[in-house]
């Protein structure tokens, strides 16, 4: 079997992915240490505000996670082919085909999935989950930021209720992504190694190898 480079991602995509991989790895160690602050009375009278730091901190990565989330969504609809969420939404017959190729090969159950210049199925499933879940985390948290802003308060009270909910929800959301973050890493590492496709490093050059028997 002979591979050839063809471009997947574009810089576009890449950039929204690391924007999204960092702020969640920031969000979420500043999130947690906001709900648990750990070293508060270890530094109480000193002069010093961890807490206030950990929140400016967690405001600004807030802001790089709502314009990934911002341009990827733009991407959706007006992306390269394998980027448009036509091509890997569960939607078509072909993709739940793929779908189902795919589930059968993580379960060693079948062959393996197709191979495909962009996301397989399951993936891209994932990642609509994933979507809609970064959708709630920023609306809770813009809830919580702006309680002087009537049309803040207004939307997160219609999807999450009572502002302790929506912390709540903030809260659970954020495990959602680092279990998410986990997987993914697994995932992708695996499809390394079991497929010559360079799934990882695509991630950074925008190319992948497609096979094709000669």
Not at 29 to 44: A, K, R, S
Not at 51 to 63: D, E, G, L, N, S
Not at 84 to 106: C, E, H, M, Q
Not at 194 to 209: D, L, M, P, Q, R
Request: proline content about 2%; some cysteine; hydrophobic content about 50%.
């Amino acid at each position: 079997m002979r591979y050839e480079k063809q471009y997947a991602w574009s810089i576009l995509l890449r950039l929204c992915h690391w924007a999204f991989a960092l702020s969640i790895v920031v969000l979420s160690v500043t999130g947690y240490y906001i709900h648990f602050p750990w070293t508060n009375t270890w530094l109480e009278g000193t002069g010093r505000f961890p807490v206030a730091t950990m929140r400016y901190i967690h405001f600004i990565a807030a802001f790089v996670f709502s314009a990934a989330v911002a341009a990827r969504f733009y991407l959706l609809i007006f992306g390269n082919r394998q980027e448009r969420i036509l091509d890997f939404a569960p939607v078509t017959a072909r993709n739940l085909k793929n779908l189902a190729a795919t589930i059968k090969g993580y379960l060693y159950l079948g062959s393996g999935h197709e191979e495909r210049l962009g996301h397989n199925v399951l993936a891209g499933s994932a990642y609509l989950v994933t979507f809609v879940a970064a959708v709630f985390q920023i609306v809770t948290g813009f809830y919580m930021l702006y309680p002087e802003s009537a049309s803040w308060q207004a939307l997160g009270y219609m999807m999450a209720g009572a502002q302790q909910n929506a912390r709540f929800i903030h809260y659970l959301l954020m495990w959602y992504f680092l279990v998410f973050a986990t997987v993914h890493i697994y995932m992708g590492i695996w499809n390394d190694i079991t497929s010559g496709e360079g799934i990882i490093s695509s991630i950074f050059s925008g190319y992948k190898f497609m096979g094709s028997r000669r």
